[in-house]
């Protein structure tokens, strides 16, 4: 199986800042990979697929970027809802696996 | 836009099988353009990928888990169905139902609110 390693685990900021969350494929994984959003006792939500492209109705400080087994989600001023645990995705080869997570917390 | 409610027991015995079923509504189980998957999340953990169905019959399952899954569909009830044997406390955790993205085989988009299920005697 496919490992995806996110960093950082966690991190602390306020709001306004510019937050970066990585994602590292333990194999080429072309651009087949999506950014979840997290709410607690909520559905993850799509924010990014294909690496690079925004879901329909996200905002547009969120952006995706990467190819091959290095990837990143940058989220350019940090809002109150921003505040949430972020996951990585990939659908290149089964099974379908997730990174561990990134929990955003209010410095 | 589609909808997924998930629906079954809220509590199952050690060593018994989970059995949990998902309604879907604004699109047809059985239409080429979707997957259906299922997907968990153990309390205070990360999410994992159990399962999914295409509307050609075929299914996938995670390997960590394919010896104990089976995943189907009802057509006629517009549902998809998930089985977990043989469960241990390992197996608490929410289980939520979901859909890809068109275009994409994995990057679920549409999901249920999800239900808990937690194993104890």
């Known amino acids: 199986a496919i490992q995806m390693t996110q960093s950082p685990s966690s991190l602390s900021a306020s709001v306004g800042d510019r937050v970066t969350i990585t994602c590292r494929a333990s194999?080429?994984?072309?651009?087949?990979l999506g950014w979840y959003q997290q709410r607690p006792g909520k559905a993850p939500k799509l924010l990014i697929y294909?690496?690079?492209n925004l879901q329909n109705g996200v905002p547009s400080r969120f952006s995706g970027s990467g190819s091959g087994a290095d990837f990143t989600l940058t989220i350019s001023s940090l809002q109150p809802e921003d505040f949430a645990t972020y996951y990585c995705l990939q659908d290149y080869n089964y099974p379908w696996t997730f990174g561990q997570g990134t929990k955003v917390e209010i410095k | 836009q589609l909808q997924l409610q998930e629906s079954g027991p809220g509590l199952v015995d050690p060593s018994e099988t989970l059995s949990l079923s998902c309604t879907v509504s604004g699109g047809s189980i059985s239409s080429s353009s979707y997957y259906w998957g299922w997907l968990r999340q153990p309390p205070g953990k990360g999410l994992e990928w159990i399962g999914s169905f295409h509307y050609s019959g075929s299914t996938y399952y995670n390997p960590s888990l394919k010896s104990r899954v089976t995943i189907s569909v009802n057509t006629s009830k517009n549902q998809v169905s998930l089985k977990l044997s043989s469960v241990t406390a390992a197996d608490t955790a929410v289980y939520y139902c979901?859909?890809?993205?068109?275009?994409?085989?994995?990057?679920?988009?549409?999901w249920g609110h999800g239900t808990l299920v937690s194993v104890s005697s």
């Open positions: 979901a859909s890809p993205l068109t275009g994409t085989r994995g990057l679920f988009d549409s």
């Open positions: 294909a690496a690079s």
């Open positions: 194999q080429g994984i072309r651009d087949d």
